[in-house]
């Protein structure tokens, strides 16, 4: 008998039909000894319709307000899948986050949970009952309904399974696994049976998209067993986890692509202290999160700089660009969204020099020509033109091996 | 400078034009400075599309799961009324039923007001801040969302209004108040300008549909004074309050009328003590309220029984009875659903005798058929063919001069 904490995204509970299924699953997880938490996201497009619902109300969308609008899609989804259960004869019981003791910090719209209450949790589990938790949100310290941010079911789930010290968090969504690449774009792409938190950490920022860069962040920090599968079916997911053997680490375990990117260069900027500071000071003072950034060899006491950020930012970001180039007298700047991202990630790669090399090397025998580079301890990205993504990451692919990886 | 406790029903926020209205009108209360507490249901049709989707999880609904499902309608046109004023720079907060303090029984879907703390309540009104509270809901004493049974919202209203010692509380509706008759039925029929709580009560329960009468029985239990006006234009509205001068009490002040009527007769059922008990508890037992009752006069130590139910429970009514007529061993039973009843009200009938005279008058003189009546201190009501129901209504109507009411 294990104690399971699964987590179902929007995609899962986005119709009753899905709602039966996933009810179907957690009786037979309950049936077979398990005790059973299940985290729900809310039905489908609810979250966006309720965002469009109050954009007419006006522009000025306070997220203390939005938060307590948002929070009711996880609300509904939960207490539909409770009352599916009940029908089909299994106890289950449907509990906010404020009920199930999730409290967060008072950052409306991208709260930050502070600690788990586990009572009311750990009482409904010896009752035999299903517990089903509203994802994405929690209680401020003044008693307000927060949000966690987008995504933030998985750290829901995440965080009930390291304050329940749960045997296994099981993270359901509409892929079965991590895969070495796209499939869309690399059909020989194959799914990962483990990857580790660092791994996986690094996958999910450069846009892998199965998990919540925070919540594996929480699983790593408590150790917390995550399995990511699909709730369409029943193929075996893949582990995330702490890989303690280091010699038998892959040297590189996927390609991730990104296309939400756009590119800035300043030109001639004076090459004096602080100068730098102020663009991204100016840029995130707006929210906006600059990703790699290069300066280039001085001359004449003046650089150019060119940075990346997300694409969906362009149109705030060149008001702010502008408004500083003038500010530092650079001679001028320009940018482009027609560029992408792609990337190598592997943990092994800190004992194995000359990846980022073989990198390049396979970029340049196709033509593809390289624009930024920026490299952690187990990736290396490279900014290319977005023509050119799909042709690279098949050529990594194909250059790392993955389609042999086990 | 007052406290205004407000409420508006689901017609009077159905869409964002129209909670655009609610948000003008409450600014200008608050503007007036007036502190403004306003209790809000869900939109329109937003309680049945979540009972719609809930049915289709099975037949077994458990209230506490329902609760938990249909109390989000409240919390979202809440937060959406609250953005609403705060995009027109008038400081709001919205809070569910919890947050405003309101807790109630563990009666799930009818439970009941235990008490409110206001300190919440109490706090954000000294931030001057208009507050929007969901309606319908309270949290039960193990922390549980509950609802207040459908028209809930009037009796939060009503309630906070007691707790807050507001100076009045504004019911929001679609008609602008209490009328002598239906105005669709006699267009002369008069708006009431004030009316007492015993008045109102008794309309409340003869199908008035204007206040629920919960909420009238709080208001009258706290002295809270009750305006019932509309959404939809400025006029004048009814106020339900102490009447304190018996000598200025009208003899009738309305007429009701009540369609959702059905009537049972019992044959020779045998005079033994307990034997109308066993069908009454049969008929409790399933939910289903009887009205009037009638005993005819003893034949051979046999009865006649005659009873009338809401018309909408016949259906689960017909087996009950088919079962206990076997029981007891009457002779039969017959039923019929196009009766209605026909009904005055006025706190001076006590000190006025002959006014039932004068109503059976009025009926005979249209050669109406009276097939039942029940009679309380300020009330008369008959049951009658339904085909006669609005001649009835505009018969008496006249009869009691009503379109010369002040």
């Known amino acids: 008998?294990?104690?399971?904490?699964?987590?179902?995204?929007?995609?899962?509970?986005?119709?009753?039909?899905?709602?039966?299924?996933?009810?179907?699953?957690?009786?037979?997880?309950?049936?077979?000894?398990?005790?059973?938490?299940?985290?729900?996201?809310?039905?489908?497009?609810?979250?966006?319709?309720?965002?469009?619902?109050?954009?007419?109300?006006?522009?000025?969308?306070?997220?203390?307000?939005?938060?307590?609008?948002?929070?009711?899609?996880?609300?509904?989804?939960?207490?539909?899948?409770?009352?599916?259960?009940?029908?089909?004869?299994?106890?289950?019981?449907?509990?906010?986050?404020?009920?199930?003791?999730?409290?967060?910090?008072?950052?409306?719209?991208?709260?930050?949970?502070?600690?788990?209450?586990?009572?009311?949790?750990?009482?409904?589990?010896?009752?035999?009952?299903?517990?089903?938790?509203a994802g994405f949100q929690g209680i401020s310290p003044c008693g307000d309904i927060t949000t966690l941010g987008r995504g933030g079911s998985d750290t829901t789930a995440v965080a009930i399974a390291a304050a329940l010290k749960a045997d296994r968090c099981l993270i359901f969504t509409d892929v079965d696994g991590v895969y070495t690449a796209d499939p869309r774009i690399v059909p020989e792409a194959r799914k990962l049976s483990q990857i580790s938190y660092e791994e996986m950490l690094e996958m999910a920022s450069l846009g892998a998209g199965v998990l919540q860069s925070r919540s594996v962040e929480f699983a790593m920090l408590y150790g917390v067993d995550v399995e990511v599968l699909s709730s369409f079916n029943f193929n075996p997911g893949t582990l995330v986890t702490e890989v303690k053997n280091m010699e038998k680490q892959r040297v590189v375990c996927g390609v991730a692509d990104d296309r939400n990117c756009a590119r800035f260069a300043l030109f001639d900027v004076p090459d004096v202290p602080g100068i730098a500071m102020k663009i991204f000071k100016a840029l995130a003072k707006e929210n906006i999160n600059v990703d790699m950034v290069i300066q280039s060899a001085m001359r004449d006491n003046r650089n150019d700089i060119a940075f990346t950020i997300e694409r969906?930012?362009?149109?705030?970001?060149?008001?702010?660009?502008?408004?500083?180039?003038?500010?530092?007298?650079?001679?001028?700047?320009?940018?482009?969204?027609?560029?992408?991202?792609?990337?190598?990630?592997?943990?092994?790669?800190?004992?194995?020099?000359?990846?980022?090399?073989?990198?390049?090397?396979?970029?340049?025998?196709?033509?593809?020509?390289?624009?930024?580079?920026?490299?952690?301890?187990?990736?290396?990205?490279?900014?290319?033109?977005?023509?050119?993504?799909?042709?690279?990451?098949?050529?990594?692919?194909?250059?790392?091996?993955?389609?042999?990886?086990?």
Chains 1, 2 share one sequence.
């Open 1 to 133: 008998m294990a104690l399971l904490v699964t987590k179902f995204g929007g995609t899962s509970v986005a119709s009753l039909e899905r709602i039966k299924n996933v009810a179907l699953r957690l009786k037979d997880m309950k049936e077979k000894g398990n005790d059973v938490v299940a985290v729900v996201s809310a039905m489908g497009d609810t979250t966006d319709e309720l965002i469009d619902l109050a954009k007419l109300t006006g522009d000025n969308l306070a997220p203390r307000e939005m938060d307590m609008l948002l929070s009711t899609g996880e609300q509904q989804s939960a207490a539909l899948l409770a009352l599916t259960l009940q029908n089909m004869n299994c106890d289950a019981i449907s509990l906010t986050g404020w009920q199930a003791g999730i409290k967060s910090d008072d950052k409306h719209s991208k709260a930050k949970i502070s600690e788990i209450n586990t009572e009311r949790l750990r009482a409904e589990l010896a009752k035999g009952r299903i517990v089903i938790v």
């Open 312 to 406: 969906d930012d362009l149109k705030r970001a060149v008001p702010v660009v502008q408004k500083v180039v003038k500010e530092i007298s650079a001679s001028g700047f320009s940018y482009a969204d027609d560029v992408a991202k792609v990337s190598i990630v592997g943990a092994g790669m800190q004992t194995n020099p000359g990846v980022a090399a073989d990198m390049f090397e396979a970029l340049a025998e196709e033509n593809i020509n390289i624009h930024m580079i920026s490299t952690s301890e187990i990736k290396v990205s490279c900014v290319i033109d977005e023509k050119e993504l799909e042709k690279a990451v098949r050529v990594l692919h194909k250059k790392f091996e993955l389609d042999k990886i086990e």
